[in-house]
């Protein structure tokens, strides 16, 4: 037969300290069959705990004599009546009905910080191919240096060069 660890191994009697864990479950009759029988192969070599279950057993009695005290019609009304009157309690925690929120906002406030601490390029980047381009820029966006240049030389249908 397994038993749980907090029972002693089988064959042995369980301890007194064990033993005071069960009671009222022994006693309310809600302990499995096995552990029952645990609990009684204790008591019937235990006198202390058979003393203390006899007085567990009479205090139940003594409950049970008691007559049940119903209460008042009104009790129901003015128990909700005190709890609406109580002023609601606000807290931080309202702004934030459930960690998604949370989550959100606290991913938000990250990527604004990292957007505004990156370095920003005012100027664009000239790649090594555009140097010679911009060199002769004078050239192409003031077209009056081209008009001082001498007339290009007249060559013929032979390739020879004309005055």
Not at 55 to 76: H, K, M, Q, W, Y
């Amino acid at each position: 037969m397994g038993s749980p660890s907090y029972w002693a191994k089988e064959g042995e009697v369980m301890s007194c300290s064990r033993m005071e864990k069960k009671i009222l479950g022994y006693l309310d009759r809600r302990l499995k069959e096995s552990e029952r029988l645990e609990v009684e192969k204790h008591l019937a070599g235990c006198a202390a705990c058979r003393l203390r279950v006899n007085g567990f057993r009479a205090v139940n009695g003594l409950l049970d004599e008691l007559p049940t005290i119903e209460p008042s019609p009104a009790f129901d009304l003015r128990v909700h009546a005190r709890v609406a009157a109580e002023p609601m309690k606000h807290s931080w925690r309202a702004w934030f009905p459930s960690p998604r929120v949370a989550i959100v906002a606290a991913a938000l406030v990250v990527a604004t910080v990292w957007v505004s601490t990156r370095p920003t390029n005012t100027q664009p980047q000239i790649a090594q191919d555009d140097i010679p381009v911009l060199e002769n820029m004078d050239v192409l966006s003031n077209f009056d240096v081209l008009t001082e240049l001498p007339p290009p030389a007249q060559v013929d249908d032979g390739g020879q060069q004309q005055n």
